[in-house]
């Protein structure tokens, strides 16, 4: 439950921002990480910016994300053919 | 990143070797749970070295009686239930909000979104089911500073959030203590920062060390943790990178402060843990649905035969349960371990072992 995904604000007005995450776009707030700026890469979590974050280290996090959904879709696809498990 | 994979791999098992006995270290957080389970982290780590999953999955320590109070609520035509997606499932007394099929059950997606629908109908009560850890309690706090400042008079919430460092004290003083070590929540840190861990570093001398989700990160901090007891040291130490800091993030734990205080509550497997749950305070109890509608949160017992309480304390592996993945399985739950994704039972029915 406590999964916070890193992505890129965009915009940002008072406490209310947009943010960016491979393609993937939030209206969050950021009224916990006052001092965060637009093209800055925070944590999201439950619709609040929690923490700002390193631009690599979230670039890994997007990575994994990729490619657990590959995976997934592979594994879905072998069990709706029947096959074994990926 | 396959080097760095080596290296905590060696560590480990340097280190494990050194030590000889068995080693137990708890994993706080479900989503490590999920995440031990996705990356196989089993199967690369010594003989001596075992993982128990702790009491970190909110859903899973929600105690009952809580369950209950909603499901009586959401059978109220006046009420409507904003709920994350994660306690939809949860079984009370009589089902789960799921099977009551009603439409004043509405899954949201932040508390934001609990609030806007109690501007949407000002005829009907918004009950906000506020649960989760540091990371979640946040969001609640600030919309009920919201709801206040903006006069939302139909706002509340039920308050089931939970401090996690109180928990895992009371898990070392209980007599069945056989953690050495546990491996912390990354995003609880976030909020709480590496220096809340403290009073277990320097009360039980127990290494604490936070990690990220991804395979590596949860290799890194074990071997951090090995480390540690192979030298027969306890520190406070993080692999998590720039997100968690020592001191965390203030502005956030004000807020928290600022509407909320401790108090004793029940957690599932584990009792009345002492300021361990959270309840608004006095200036804010309008919108605590407890005073609203004078409700009182009675405890009840855990259905027969399910051991979540003693899986959510590291005493016993999920399979260890009579009901596991015959009478208790991911499509029909008996406990909250089966119900929510980040469960060690869901973990360990999921992937297996």
């Known amino acids: ?86 | 990143m396959l080097e760095r994979i080596e290296q905590a791999k060696k560590t480990i098992h340097a280190a494990c070797e050194k030590v000889g006995r068995q080693i137990q270290v708890m994993e706080v957080c479900g989503t490590h749970t999920v995440s031990i389970f996705r990356h196989g982290i089993r199967s690369l780590l010594p003989e001596n070295l075992k993982l128990l999953s702790g009491p970190g999955c909110p859903v899973c320590v929600t105690d009952q009686g809580y369950i209950d109070v909603v499901m009586d609520l959401a059978r109220r035509d006046d009420c409507i239930i904003a709920t994350y997606g994660d306690m939809i499932r949860v079984p009370g007394k009589g089902g789960s909000l799921e099977s009551l099929h009603r439409d004043n059950i509405k899954v949201v997606l932040s508390t934001d979104d609990g609030l806007a629908l109690a501007k949407k109908h000002p005829d009907k009560l918004v009950v906000f089911v506020a649960v989760g850890f540091e990371t979640t309690t946040p969001a609640s706090a600030v919309a009920v500073a919201d709801a206040a400042s903006e006069g939302v008079d139909n706002f509340c919430i039920l308050s089931g959030h939970k401090l996690v460092v109180p928990a895992m004290q009371a898990l070392l003083g209980s007599k069945n203590d056989k953690i050495d070590a546990f491996l912390c929540p990354g995003h609880v840190s976030v909020i709480l920062g590496s220096d809340a861990y403290k009073p277990v570093v320097e009360e039980f001398k127990r290494p604490c060390v936070v990690a990220g989700f991804e395979g590596v990160q949860i290799l890194e901090g074990l071997a951090n943790i090995c480390e540690q007891i192979a030298d027969g040291r306890a520190d406070i130490d993080s692999v998590y990178g720039a997100a968690v800091t020592p001191q965390g993030n203030k502005v956030a734990w004000k807020i928290i402060t600022d509407t909320f205080e401790p108090c004793d509550g029940p957690w599932r497997g584990l009792g009345v843990i002492p300021g361990a749950t959270l309840k608004l305070k006095n200036e804010y109890k309008q919108f605590d649905v407890l005073h609203r509608f004078g409700i009182k949160e009675v405890p009840t017992e855990e259905p027969a035969g399910c051991q979540c309480g003693q899986i959510l304390c590291g005493l016993l592996d999920p399979p260890q349960c009579g009901l596991f993945g015959n009478k208790c399985t991911p499509d029909t739950p008996v406990g909250p371990c089966m119900v929510s994704t980040e469960g060690a039972c869901s973990a360990w029915y999921k992937y297996g072992k």
Do not use: S
């Not at chain 1, 992505?7 to 001092?35: C, F, Q, S, Y």
């Open chain 1, 1 to 86: 439950m406590c999964l916070a995904v890193p992505a890129r604000i965009i915009e940002k007005e008072g406490d209310k921002a947009v943010a960016d995450a491979m393609g993937n776009r939030w209206n969050i707030r950021v009224t916990l990480t006052p001092d965060i700026e637009v093209g800055d890469v925070v944590l999201i979590h439950a619709g609040y910016a929690i923490a700002k974050v390193d631009e690599e280290e979230a670039k890994k996090t997007w990575e994994l994300f990729d490619e657990i959904a590959h995976f997934e879709a592979e594994r879905l696809k072998a069990e709706q053919q029947g096959g074994d498990d990926a």
